[in-house]
């Protein structure tokens, strides 16, 4: 019976590990947990989402509160077309988070980091631009193109000194987005070097409808890229994601000819992700009627989460002065237009709740909007349960080596602490 460990990930003469560990914005894929990966041998995932305040998090600086002292007057205005980023400090939160995590990069592995296209920014040309750059800059050894179809993501790049040495792969969630792809960026002369296909049960956002997500499946679409990858000769990797929960998932779709796969869920209750303790322990606590796919993300797209979310109904003034990363190239964002109807609908009340739409930046920020794998529910068997009825957090390493060791479906718990 095969194991994970049987097959690698060919990148030139590069051999890796067949295991990457999805980004998880913002800072759930830490630079810790991507190290791991990297170190025993697989590709792990910083994320670029909001990193201006990772940043101020992490390295001390002051991005946020400077922008909100720019943009402090606006507050009150529910038109944000004024409140713009400064380009320079996107520039150097990405060169910080980046080269500070590849300085401690260790082990034969990958450190990718993975960039949303939908993080629109209010300008979204120039920010993506500089985010792109900013971390081939610092030294990344690969982008993953994330939500969105990033059909102008390459020529931002093209003249960059590192084009064509960096791994550039994208993530689509059908055959029609990647031949779109494909075909807008082939004047560019630079194939892809990776295309994760990700499936309906993932986390995070779904590129899929909110009316009809549950009709696809990731088997199905990654049958459709593998066959298309046959009939074009096109040597690019495939790496499936949503829903890979155990170690013979995975070797399932690397026999059948996936190079790779993608998976996050089952790190989401590791020790070395960003999620505070109280927030995994509701991952690992979560049933399956606890989780649901609704419509509450400002990107439009649907999103996975536990129902529990504080982020769910949660009516706070929309935080764009101090963050605006969903706002449009118009300055618009749905969760403004939504919070407007409800206070207008209750004159005088200090407190409102907003049910359609969700402050994504803030709650993402402070993790509050708890999105999460559709297999969460079964985190619980992946480790012990405590004298105090709390669960084991478990190593990365614990989790990683799982994946590439284990046969027969089983999930091996850790050692008791
Ligand atoms: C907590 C969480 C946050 C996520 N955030 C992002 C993100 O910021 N960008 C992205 O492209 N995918 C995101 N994803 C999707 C993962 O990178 C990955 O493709 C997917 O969840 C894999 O499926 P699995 O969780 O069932 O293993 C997220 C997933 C989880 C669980």
């Known amino acids: ?54 940043s101020d998090r992490l390295y001390d600086t002051g991005f946020v509160k400077e922008k909100l002292q720019q943009y402090k007057f606006n507050i009150d205005n529910s038109d944000k077309s004024a409140v ?49 750059r900013s971390a081939m800059d610092a030294g990344i050894d690969g982008i993953t193109l994330a939500a969105g179809l990033h059909l102008g993501s390459f020529a931002m790049i093209e003249d960059h000194p ?25 004047r560019t002369n630079r194939l892809p070097d990776f295309v994760v296909v990700e499936g309906p049960l993932a986390g995070g956002h779904l590129g899929f409808g909110m009316e009809d997500w549950m009709k696809y499946d990731l088997r199905t679409i990654t049958n459709e890229v593998l066959q298309y990858m046959r009939d074009e000769k096109l040597d690019i990797p495939v790496i499936p994601a949503g829903g890979i929960f155990t170690g013979s998932d995975a070797v399932s779709y690397l026999e059948e000819g996936s190079a790779a796969v993608q998976v996050a869920t089952r790190f989401t209750v590791a020790d070395e992700c960003g999620l505070p303790k109280d ?102 068997d992946t480790s012990n349960k405590l004298a105090d009825g709390s669960y084991q957090v478990l190593s990365a390493e614990h989790i990683f080596r799982d994946y590439q060791f284990s046969t027969d479906n089983q999930v091996a718990l850790p050692e008791k602490a």
Not at 31 to 48: K, N, P, Y
Not at 105 to 116: A, D, H, L, Y
Not at 291 to 302: C, H
Not at 318 to 343: A, Q, T
Request: net charge positive; glycine share 8%; charged share 25%.
């Open 1 to 54: 019976m095969k194991r994970v460990d049987d097959f690698r990930l060919r990148f030139g003469k590069r051999e890796i590990v067949p295991i990457m560990i999805g980004g998880m914005g913002v800072d759930i894929s830490t630079a810790e947990l991507a190290l791991e990966a990297a170190r025993l041998g697989g590709i792990g995932h910083i994320s670029d989402a909001m990193l201006p305040t990772v």
């Open 84 to 132: 713009k980023f400064d380009l320079g400090h996107i520039a150097e939160s990405t060169r910080l988070h980046v080269s500070k995590t590849m300085e401690a990069k260790r082990g034969e592995g990958m450190v990718f980091i993975n960039c949303m296209e939908k993080l629109t920014m209010n300008a979204p040309r120039e920010t993506l631009t500089v985010r792109l």
């Open 162 to 186: 590192r084009f064509r040495d960096v791994k550039l792969g994208i993530i689509v969630s059908s055959l029609r987005a990647l031949q779109l792809f494909l075909r807008k960026n082939a």
């Open 279 to 380: 927030v995994q322990q509701e991952y690992f606590k979560a049933s399956e009627d606890d989780i649901e796919v609704n419509g509450i993300s400002p990107t439009g797209y649907p999103m996975r989460m536990l129902k529990a979310s504080p982020a769910i109904g949660s009516g706070i003034r929309p935080g764009c002065e101090s963050y605006g990363y969903i706002l449009d190239s118009n300055g618009r964002c749905s969760y403004i237009d939504s919070y407007n109807r409800e206070v207008a609908a209750h004159p005088g009340e200090k407190k409102i709740q907003v049910f359609d739409k969700t402050c994504l930046c803030t709650h993402m920020r402070n993790f509050k909007l708890w999105t999460c794998g559709h297999y969460t529910y079964k985190l619980k």
